[in-house]
Nanobody
Framework: QVQLVESGGGLAQAGGSLRLSCAAS????????MGWFRQAPGQERDFVAA??????????YYADSVKGRFTISRDSAKNTVYLQMNSLKPEDTADYYC??????????????????WGQGTQVTVSS
């Protein structure tokens, strides 16, 4: 099994910053990407950001709503992915989940492509 543990959520004011972490542990498995998704009450789980890797390097992907404000990064030695969130807005309020998987080409934003999920961490942004 694979375990993903998120941390770093909390309360921030609009315009502020938070940094989420997601540490992966457990048995080795074939993966090529880790992603962050978020879910607000009563809404579907939406893609936020993802990072994929291969032998030639890493690529990052962002939802339009967070592009320029959020940055995803990965420390492969620690099996940890980070989501730096700057210029936070009240609409960023949600439960944030990290996930790991082997998404097919063109499907990195699809949550169904991810096999393992963390328990989520809550982010609240006040206006």
């Amino acid at each position: 099994q694979v375990q993903l543990v998120e941390s770093g959520g909390g309360l921030a004011q609009a315009g502020g910053s938070l940094r989420l972490s997601c540490a992966a542990s457990g048995r080795a498995f074939a993966t090529s990407a880790m992603g962050w998704f978020r879910q607000a009450p009563g809404q579907e789980r939406d893609f936020v950001a993802a990072i994929s890797w291969s032998g030639i390097g890493a690529s990052t992907y962002y939802a339009d709503s967070v592009k320029g404000r959020f940055t995803i990064s990965r420390d492969s030695a620690k099996n940890t992915v980070y989501l730096q969130m700057n210029s936070l807005k009240p609409e960023d309020t949600a439960d944030y989940y990290c996930a790991v998987g082997l998404p097919r080409v063109g499907r990195i934003t699809d949550p169904r492509e991810y096999a393992y999920w963390g328990q989520g961490t809550q982010v609240t942004v006040s206006s």
